[in-house]
């Protein structure tokens, strides 16, 4: 709402963008600090319209689960039975009362499950029709709609892109298609299913970065070049600076790696301790360190070695690709250097400091070479903000290199810096960049302070082009890494089959009225009976038919099979990805894998009623328990009903009879 910058690390930004369309049909002005779970709303937060999209999806998920199952081959009334799951499962009418993506990731999902169905099943008489096209363009733009709400969309799409492989393999051995009408068939599917949800992709990050022009405090972990094109924060600093950086340029250095804290190349007075606690000595030399703060003494003269001043020629000199310069800290006029002398806190490599002269036999090496990382040929020249460097120490073949140890309370808590001398390979540690720059003019060191606090007014533009922007946002989001690595209602994957935990979402100030993330039982434990049913009865078939022994006609195995790759597919496909993730996990992450299994239980239901149970008597006796089955599954419904909608409240002793597990965190206030 206030066009501001931000990084979530949940994913992309096309669901947030659809949360905040709802949010500004409402009329929301963005002035609500979404800080603390729980905080009551101002009045000018419209719940209502912030809400109404998530529960939107989620109703919708209904008769796409309907619809899905009737694409599929199945009977009307198993349709009707996977739609009436959906709607009684609390789990999801819970994630879908709140401003809470996952019900609108669902939605996509199931839409592009459907899209595809509908696709085939026109496939076989009608190719290239209107519908057809229809169809499967709707498919590829709702797969990637998923995908961009979370990367979870990315698990389906990558299963439909499979099951479209497989059904275009299988149309390569059809005689009665030409050469031309298969690739016909190639280029459609590439373009629908590939081409343009790739550009969907990118268009959601396109109007993401067009509408979020202002900087804030997200912006802190991107590069320099990232945060100067926004307008205020840094770009307000470094707006009109010079491009080129010369000899006699002032500038600032920042770390490129920004971990465990953006931080510039810094120096004061203070010098290392003679010896440190463990006995190692040093060299008493000024600290060099990397300071998480703008400060006058993070800026540093570009000197040119062969000539004492300190100041831009006119004109100025660029320094270029494997140019030698010497470092000068700007306060204090020493040089910055390294030598053969263990680090305060990484002993294996060499201490950096800016050198004084004790009349000792230690002579300054303050020699570095300059190497742009990211040049397009050695003779470029060293720019503002958009050139990444290392610093090669021309005596030791050293590198300045941030290590990320914070020194202790000699170094004021700042984090170390070091020359690495095993060098090899590349590392963001040891890549700086200019962020600050300016034409030094004064000569003087009393006239050079007083310049080194004044803004610059040289008028370049240094705007980055949509793709690099594109890139490094997408890097940090995938590589972004919450601090908080445990929580209170954090679980592991193996405890989402079982449900063996919850979570709380809200609890009324007084009162008992809470809301919690709590499946339906009944049908969380169907979907596992389900899922095994099908795994066994599937690998029985395939024994059998390995034997010549057919149970059921072919098209009623194809028809199993298929369902199976959807839903089994689905489940598998959006639930073990989490085994091999190193994040914290919560229930509602199970959610996409459990509705493809919801949506298993009717197939197999189906599949018992018409190929198992031969007589009459037995689909009747199997019709009564599948009715004594759903009856279950609303009794569950409506037992955990108040701690899905928040109402009616309910006493202590009612609550207590809702923690049907221990490891469920019920509520209970203390009498």
């Not at 085939?120 to 990637?144: I, P």
């Not at 840094?234 to 790696?257: D, H, K, M």
């Not at 050139?387 to 021309?394: I, L």
């Amino acid at each position: 709402m206030k066009r501001i910058f931000f990084v979530d690390d949940s994913g992309p930004p096309f669901g947030h963008m659809l949360l905040a369309l709802g949010g500004y049909l409402g009329g929301f002005d963005g002035n609500f600090l979404w800080n603390r779970i729980g905080a009551e709303y101002s009045m000018n937060v419209p719940v209502w319209s912030l809400r109404l999209l998530p529960a939107l999806a989620g109703a919708l998920c209904v008769p796409l689960a309907y619809q899905i199952l009737v694409e599929l081959q199945f009977s009307h009334c198993a349709a009707l039975g996977a739609a009436l799951l959906i709607l009684l499962e609390n789990s999801l009418i819970t994630q879908s009362r709140f401003m809470l993506l996952e019900s609108v990731l669902i939605f996509f999902i199931l839409l592009a499950v459907l899209s595809y169905l509908r696709f085939y099943n026109l496939q076989r008489h009608s190719s290239f029709s209107g519908s057809w096209w229809f169809w499967l363009l709707l498919t590829g733009v709702a797969c990637s709609c998923a995908v961009g709400v979370k990367y979870m969309g990315l698990f389906t799409y990558m299963l439909l892109l499979a099951i479209a492989g497989l059904h275009f393999w299988h149309m390569i051995g059809d005689q009665n298609l030409s050469n031309v009408s298969l690739m016909c068939h190639f280029l459609a599917r590439g373009l629908a299913l590939v081409i343009i949800p790739v550009a969907m992709y990118l268009s959601f990050f396109y109007v993401h970065l067009t509408l979020l022009f202002r900087s804030g405090p997200h912006d802190q972990i991107m590069t320099s070049a990232f945060q100067a094109s926004l307008e205020g924060g840094l770009a307000r600093i470094t707006q009109g600076q010079p491009l080129e950086v010369a000899y006699g340029s002032q500038i600032t250095l920042r770390n490129v790696l920004g971990k465990p804290m953006q931080c510039w190349l810094h120096s004061h007075t203070n010098t290392y301790p003679i010896r440190y606690e463990n006995g190692r000595g040093s060299s008493h030399q000024q600290q060099v360190t990397c300071y998480p703060f703008k400060d006058v003494n993070n800026w540093w003269i570009v000197k040119d070695p062969g000539m004492q001043q300190l100041v831009v020629s006119n004109p100025p000199r660029p320094v270029r690709h494997g140019h030698i310069v010497q470092l000068v800290h700007g306060i204090t006029t020493r040089y910055l250097n390294t030598h053969d002398v263990a680090a305060p806190l990484s002993p294996h490599s060499q201490e950096v400091s800016c050198y004084i002269d004790y009349n000792i036999s230690m002579p300054a090496q303050n020699l570095w070479r300059v190497e742009i990382v990211n040049r397009e040929s050695d003779t470029d020249v060293w720019k503002t903000i958009l050139s990444e460097v290392r610093f090669v120490h021309v005596n030791t073949s050293a590198v300045l290199k941030l290590s990320g140890a914070s020194l202790p309370e000699w170094g004021y808590r700042q984090l170390e810096v070091v020359g690495e001398k095993l060098s090899k390979g590349y590392h963001q540690s040891m890549v700086w960049n200019v962020e600050e720059h300016r034409y030094g003019k004064s000569q003087e060191q009393k006239e050079r302070e007083v310049e080194l606090h004044s803004p610059t007014q040289i008028d370049i533009s240094k705007n980055l082009s949509f793709m690099a922007k594109f890139t490094e946002l997408q890097w940090k989001i995938l590589t972004l890494k919450n601090e908080d690595t445990e929580h209170k209602y954090s679980s592991s994957a193996l405890d989402w089959i079982t449900m063996d935990t919850n979570i709380a979402y809200w609890l009324h100030p007084t009162s008992g009225a809470q809301i919690h993330l709590l499946g339906n039982v009944v049908t969380w434990a169907s979907a596992n009976v389900a899922a095994l049913v099908y795994t066994c009865l599937s690998l029985w078939y395939l024994i059998r038919r390995r034997r010549k022994i057919y149970d059921m006609p072919e098209d009623a195995w194809q028809l199993w099979v298929s369902a199976g790759g959807i839903c089994v597919g689905g489940w598998a496909v959006n639930y073990l990805p989490f085994f091999l993730m190193e994040k914290t996990l919560f229930l509602y992450h199970y959610l996409p894998a459990l509705t493809f299994q919801i949506l298993l239980i009717p197939i197999v239901l189906q599949h018992l009623s018409d190929h198992l149970c031969r007589s009459l008597l037995l689909k009747s006796m199997f019709s009564a328990l599948i009715v004594a089955w759903f009856s279950s599954v609303y009794f569950v419904y409506c037992t955990f009903r108040p701690v899905t909608y928040g109402e009616p409240s309910l006493s202590v002793t009612e609550l207590k009879d809702l923690r049907w597990k221990d490891s469920w965190n019920i509520l209970i206030r203390k009498q």
